[in-house]
């Protein structure tokens, strides 16, 4: 079992930058494929960006495609966001997930089997 915890979120300007971070417990993280999601008032919650065991791949919304990066640190059990060039749509309450299956690259929340519990990111224009 894995158990996921987010921080790094934050109040900033349309423009700027935050990067997210995901501590997953459990020695078998480096065995799940990752990802990121994100929930916004009002709507439902929808894939930002996964990256899998290997490294190799990664995939991302198109709406954030360019300005956001997802990276991993299997040796510190970590995963993160790197958000640039923020938007005020881009305010939502931010989520990390693992999937079981660590070669998966999944866009939607069936594939992610634990969950963090989210921050929130507010970008003011």
């Known amino acids: 079992q894995v158990q996921l915890v987010e921080s790094g979120g934050g109040l900033v300007q349309a423009g700027g930058s935050l990067r997210l971070s995901c501590a997953a417990s459990?020695?078998?993280?480096?065995?799940?494929?990752m990802g990121w999601f994100r929930q916004a008032p009002g709507k439902e919650r929808e894939f930002v960006a996964a990256l899998n065991w290997s490294l190799r791949r990664s995939n991302y919304a198109d709406s954030v495609k360019g300005r956001f990066t997802i990276s991993r640190d299997n040796a510190k059990n970590t995963v993160y966001l790197q958000m640039n060039s923020l938007k005020p749509e881009d305010t939502a309450v931010y989520y990390c997930a693992a999937d079981q299956t660590p070669l998966r690259l999944g866009v939607t929340r069936r594939e992610y089997v634990y969950w963090g519990q989210g921050t929130q990111v507010t970008v003011s224009s």
């Open positions: 459990g020695r078998t993280f480096s065995s799940y494929a």
